[in-house]
């Protein structure tokens, strides 16, 4: 920024970073084949037909095949009992071929989600999930870390380097990005204000921030001038607008005014375009990393 006059932000390609993202791992996983005589794999489980959900597990199972490891999917009907699913994570559990497990959520009404990924093997808990790997994350073991927040925090030190001492705002506390986000700010010496539907003044909280992570699921709520000049916005939230004529499916939008904070951010991830693709990239680097891992082969981890 120069003078009075405001310049416009940097725009964080989430994309082009994934698809580097997705350029390294392939070759780690290209050396693990070389080194273990097997690929890297990952399973899938999806239950039910959420035609969401079968998207998200389309792209992820051709992603993984194009980064060089098999991909195991495994489609149940909506009926499946909780004991059948059970009883399969229990057999990817055992499998040696399957270094990463992935139950895609949401699960039906009639299965337990926190059962069924406490069932998944922590070492294979490519999500980052199950309640050893969230205990792993806070007191700084090596673990999996959730992919959206991981996602989040490679592009904030891409683009800002150190992150030590600067003032981070996560806004929402859900276990998959808000928790896991503030917990990786902490660890990269941030200081870290967790902020949610009942925090007073939001405004002014995040006003204060160098660096803030919104990821509360509704459309366009920071507004311009809540940010700090200069700050880095990340914006993890995908919402549809109402139908208009000009979008009759409705835009799809984050949970930050782009075009305001834009005028007045440092630098922020558009939606779509940002974030979103980013995760995918981490499910994948993370699932290598697992690979790795479960063979006892080295890996610098922090490479990919
Ligand atoms: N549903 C939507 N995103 C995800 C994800 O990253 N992991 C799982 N398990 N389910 C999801």
């Not at 070389?34 to 998200?56: C, E, M, Q, T």
Request: hydrophobic residues 45%; charged residues 25%; negative net charge.
């Amino acid at each position: 920024m120069s003078g009075d006059v405001m310049s416009e932000a940097a725009r964080i390609d989430g994309k082009a970073f994934a698809e580097k993202l997705r350029g390294r791992v392939a070759e780690v996983a290209k050396g693990f084949e070389a080194k273990a005589g097997r690929k890297a794999g990952l399973a899938v489980v999806l239950v039910g037909d959420d035609p969401a959900s079968h998207i998200y597990v389309r792209n992820k199972g051709k992603q993984t095949v194009e980064c060089g490891m098999n991909s195991f999917e495994h489609l149940l009907p909506e009926s499946t009992p909780e004991a059948d699913l059970l009883a399969l994570v229990e057999q990817l559990n055992t499998d040696p071929a399957v270094d990463g497990i992935l139950v895609q959520l949401p699960l039906p009404d009639h299965m337990d989600e926190q059962k069924v990924i406490a069932a998944i093997n922590p070492d294979k808990d490519v999500d980052g999930f199950h309640v050893i790997n969230s205990g792993r994350l806070a007191v700084g073991l090596p673990g999996f870390v959730p992919c959206t927040p991981l996602g989040c925090l490679m592009m904030l030190k891409d683009q800002l380097g150190s992150l030590s001492g600067l003032d981070a705002v996560v806004i929402g506390r859900s276990n998959i990005v808000g928790k896991p986000m503030a917990a990786l700010l902490l660890a990269e010496s941030c200081t870290v204000t967790i902020a949610h539907s009942r925090t007073k003044d939001l405004p002014e909280v995040v006003r204060r921030a160098d660096i803030v992570v919104a990821a509360v699921g509704r459309a366009q709520m920071v507004k311009g001038d809540w940010i700090k000049p200069g700050a880095t916005v990340i914006d993890v939230g995908i919402n549809r607008l109402p139908p208009t004529e000009e979008k009759p499916k409705g835009r799809i939008v984050g949970d930050v005014d782009y075009a305001e904070a834009s005028k007045v951010a440092g630098a922020i991830t558009p939606v779509p375009g940002g974030v979103g693709p980013m995760t995918i990239a981490v499910l994948l680097r993370n699932t290598v990393v697992a690979a790795h891992r479960n063979e006892g082969l080295s890996l610098d981890e922090n490479a990919i």
